[in-house]
């Protein structure tokens, strides 16, 4: 079943921000995907032709399982009803322009087949949140090593900000951002996200 709601969050580990030549932010970055763009594991990332450059994101996603409206981040954890990988695949030329403009990145984060994630795993099952390690392989080498302990605002914090704002439904996904490593993919490339204790998503890549 597609979530109602998938919520991304920007810029939340230092040494991505620096790799994007970004600064860090004072209040958690917030944008989304739409559900429409969210594919399963094994499914095909569709480069559509003439983009430049798209790159992985591989990121840990929260799946809320209990209604969440203005909670504490002390409350927060008890919303979350699994966790699953995620990749945040980014048509980074489009982003990069519309950056520059102050333009909106919807276009550039929300492409059909640009959300793939994982099977859920029930969050009593994962480990502590703040200890995973978020690894992304493409073509089999290792490209990103992430530890979640290193996120600027933290999952409950995440949690807390959000829902002051929006309200997290059931099956609503949230992807905690991206550590550093981000990279091009192509036609013929396979990505594969890994997060010990989580899961693993792999997809293959199909376009120029
Ligand atoms: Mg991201």
Same mark, same amino acid.
């Given at each position: 079943?597609?979530?109602?709601?998938?919520?991304?969050?920007?810029?939340?580990?230092?040494?991505?921000?620096?790799?994007?030549?970004?600064?860090?932010?004072?209040?958690?970055?917030?944008?989304?995907?739409?559900?429409?763009?969210?594919?399963?594991?094994?499914?095909?990332?569709?480069i559509?032709p003439g983009?430049?450059?798209?790159?992985?994101?591989?990121?840990?996603?929260?799946?809320?399982?209990?209604?969440?409206?203005?909670?504490?981040?002390?409350?927060?954890?008890?919303?979350?009803?699994?966790?699953?990988?995620?990749?945040?695949?980014?048509?980074?030329d489009?982003?990069?322009?519309?950056?520059k403009?102050?333009?909106?990145?919807?276009l550039?984060?929300g492409?059909?087949?640009?959300?793939?994630?994982?099977?859920? @795993? &029930?969050?009593?099952?994962?480990?502590?949140?703040?200890?995973? !390690? /978020?690894?992304?392989?493409?073509? #089999?080498?290792? =490209?990103?090593?992430?530890r979640?302990?290193?996120m600027?605002?933290?999952?409950?914090?995440?949690?807390?900000?959000?829902?002051?704002?929006?309200?997290?439904e059931?099956g609503?996904?949230?992807?905690?951002? @991206? &550590?550093?490593?981000?990279?091009?993919?192509?036609?013929?490339? !396979? /990505?594969e996200?890994?997060?010990? #204790?989580?899961? =693993?998503?792999?997809?293959?890549?199909?376009?120029?």
């Amino acid at each position: 079943m597609r979530p109602g709601k998938i919520v991304c969050i920007g810029q939340n580990y230092r040494a991505h921000i620096k790799e994007l030549k970004s600064e860090v932010p004072s209040e958690p970055v917030i944008f989304l995907k739409p559900s429409s763009a969210q594919i399963a594991d094994r499914e095909e990332i569709l480069i559509p032709p003439g983009l430049g450059r798209v790159d992985y994101e591989g990121e840990l996603a929260v799946i809320v399982g209990r209604r969440a409206k203005n909670v504490t981040p002390k409350q927060a954890l008890k919303h979350v009803g699994a966790a699953a990988v995620f990749n945040d695949v980014t048509a980074r030329d489009v982003q990069s322009v519309a950056r520059k403009a102050g333009l909106p990145w919807s276009l550039a984060k929300g492409m059909d087949t640009f959300a793939p994630m994982s099977e859920p @795993t &029930p969050i009593v099952e994962v480990p502590d949140l703040r200890a995973l !390690t /978020v690894q992304t392989r493409l073509n #089999g080498e290792l =490209r990103q090593d992430g530890r979640t302990a290193d996120m600027i605002f933290p999952v409950e914090e995440l949690i807390a900000y959000i829902s002051k704002y929006m309200v997290l439904e059931p099956g609503d996904v949230i992807a905690t951002g @991206t &550590p550093e490593g981000v990279g091009a993919i192509k036609g013929g490339d !396979t /990505v594969e996200i890994s997060i010990k #204790g989580v899961g =693993r998503l792999t997809n293959p890549v199909k376009g120029p």
